[in-house]
T-cell receptor
Framework: AQSVTQLGSHVSVSEGALVLLRCNYSSSVPPYLFWYVQYPNQGLQLLLKYTSAATLVKGINGFEAEFKKSETSFHLTKPSAHMSDAAEYFCAVTRSGNTGKLIFGQGTTLQVKP | KAGVTQTPRYLIKTRGQQVTLSCSPISGHRSVSWYQQTPGQGLQFLFEYFSETQRNKGNFPGRFSGRQFSNSRSEMNVSTLELGDSALYLC??????????????FGPGTRLTVT
């Protein structure tokens, strides 16, 4: 069975500091991995996706993530945090491209301090 | 292209009632998935419809059902509402075919409150 673990339900960084949100997955088959962001009272917005084409994936708003099979990880990073990055972030996995069933982690709330 | 739309955005119902939520996918998308989001359980997959057929189903009771129309619009129905059904219900669409893109695009959600 597939599962996703996000380490740290809350992460706090100062504006301009590195953002690192951790995600580890469990999958018996090569996974498709995604990061989504959710702002208050809104739906989920896709930040980036990994589909085996490249291990370093660049997304929107300056975010990127690196797929490391040996560590079963897909951590999300951003070199310099902005106040507007404060939101909840979700890592998700799916078995194949044909299914709409996403398995989500519990989410990480990112706080950005001025 | 217009994004995924969901109606209504907010809904208040009483225990025992039933409710129907609607989702219009992005034009050209044939797959629609539904998710329930609660503070305690997080984001949980309900079901997916593709070309008017249920393609995947999560672990929810039979009170939760859905359907998809020929124009790909989807509805989700919850019967005999319970307090625990209070949640944000999110709909997501994707192209859906075997050669289509696998990323899902989410609507703003319907906030259901059961009293």
């Amino acid at each position: 069975a597939q599962s996703v673990t996000q380490l740290g339900s809350h992460v706090s960084v100062s504006e301009g500091a590195l953002v690192l949100l951790r995600c580890n997955y469990s999958s018996s088959v090569p996974p498709y991995l995604f990061w989504y962001v959710q702002y208050p009272n809104q739906g989920l917005q896709l930040l980036l996706k990994y589909t085996s084409a490249a291990t370093l994936v660049k997304g929107i708003n300056g975010f990127e993530a690196e797929f490391k099979k040996s560590e079963t990880s897909f951590h999300l990073t951003k070199p310099s945090a902005h106040m507007s990055d404060a939101a909840e972030y979700f890592c998700a996995v799916t078995r194949s491209g044909n299914t709409g069933k996403l398995i989500f982690g519990q989410g990480t709330t990112l706080q950005v301090k001025p | 292209k217009a994004g995924v739309t969901q109606t209504p955005r907010y809904l208040i119902k009483t225990r025992g009632q039933q409710v129907t939520l609607s989702c219009s996918p992005i034009s050209g998308h044939r797959s629609v998935s539904w998710y329930q989001q609660t503070p305690g359980q997080g984001l949980q997959f309900l079901f997916e419809y593709f070309s008017e057929t249920q393609r995947n189903k999560g672990n929810f009771p039979g009170r939760f059902s859905g359907r998809q129309f020929s124009n790909s619009r989807s509805e989700m129905n919850v019967s005999t509402l319970e307090l625990g059904d209070s949640a944000l219900y999110l709909c997501a669409s994707k192209e859906g075919g075997s050669s289509g893109s696998n990323e899902q695009y989410f609507g703003p959600g319907t906030r259901l409150t059961v009293t």
